[in-house]
């Protein structure tokens, strides 16, 4: 089987790097450099022309949004771990995004919902969502989920989008926009749905409390996730010195049609 055009991590005692197999090609850092064409097996390890080992294995989900190249901020992956449960994502969810961004969190709705449902990412950037495209294809061709999801773009501003035309088959909504009050500029909901927003300021999740206060929804809960790296080794065992102190809120809340 040809290994070009696989996604690996190219990883030393140092460095992790995201990488794209081209046969062709040589993989070059400041710890040396080998020809792609010696990987032979995905995973293998490989001696650099300075002699030092690269372990070539492909990458997890995390590993893959957190190296790659990408536009808007992403969400990182404490936060959408988070922000599954609290929309009570499963794979016959149908999930509306608002924020395609750089695809990470389409990317993991894609991997969790698959094709028992369904997903519409909206943006108001064509560009951002052509680049999101090329990030999920690339992740799903190189783990062989290739097709295996639902996903449609929508390309449009918040306030302009009809919700009307796709409520009967949104059950879900996950925003990533700095303002997701502006839904409820020209919409209303008239059936059973649930929210998730991600805000990074205070003052946007009190705002949006009180949106959603007005349009019924009930059950709001706001939430942030404060998570603690450990160094575990042999004698050290102690929290990492770096902590990621502040990336955003969660607020949460459900509409239920009594
Ligand atoms: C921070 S990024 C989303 C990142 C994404 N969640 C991820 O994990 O990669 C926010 C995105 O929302 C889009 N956006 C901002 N305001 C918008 C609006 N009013 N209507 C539609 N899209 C909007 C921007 O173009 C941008 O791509």
């Keep these: 089987m040809s290994l070009d055009n696989k996604l690996v991590v190219v990883k030393t005692s140092k460095s992790k790097y995201l990488a794209v197999i ?41 590993e893959f949004v957190l190296l790659m190249k990408r536009g808007p901020q992403i969400i990182y992956p404490k936060d959408i771990g988070q922000i599954i449960l609290e929309a009570d994502i499963h794979k016959y ?29 909206l943006d108001v950037s064509k560009k951002n969502q052509r680049r999101a495209k090329k990030t999920i294809d690339r992740y799903m061709s190189t783990n062989d989920f290739k097709n295996n999801y639902n996903l449609d773009f929508i390309t449009s501003s918040l306030v302009d989008f009809n919700y009307k035309e796709y409520a009967e088959v949104i059950d879900t909504v996950v925003t990533d926009v700095p ?19 991600y805000l990074p300021s205070i003052s946007q999740i ?13 059950n709001i809960e706001v939430k942030e996730v404060i998570l603690r790296d450990w160094v575990v080794d042999k004698k050290i065992v102690r929290p990492s010195n770096k902590l990621v102190s502040h990336t955003g809120f969660i607020i949460s809340g459900r509409y239920i049609k009594y």
């Design 93 to 121: 969810s149908n999930v509306l995004e608002i924020g395609t961004g750089s695809g990470a969190l389409t990317l993991y709705l894609l991997n969790i919902i698959g094709t028992g449902g369904s997903l519409i990412s």
């Design 206 to 218: 009190t705002k949006f409390n009180e949106v959603l206060i007005d349009n019924k929804f009930e």
């Design 179 to 197: 303002e997701p009050w502006e839904f409820f500029v020209n919409n209303t909901i008239t059936k059973d749905l649930k929210w998730v927003s």
């Design 22 to 62: 081209d046969v062709e090609k040589e993989f070059i850092t400041n710890e040396g450099k080998f020809s792609f064409s010696v990987i032979t097996n995905i995973p293998s390890k490989v001696q650099s022309s300075t002699g030092v080992e690269f372990k070539i294995y492909h990458p997890t989900y995390k």
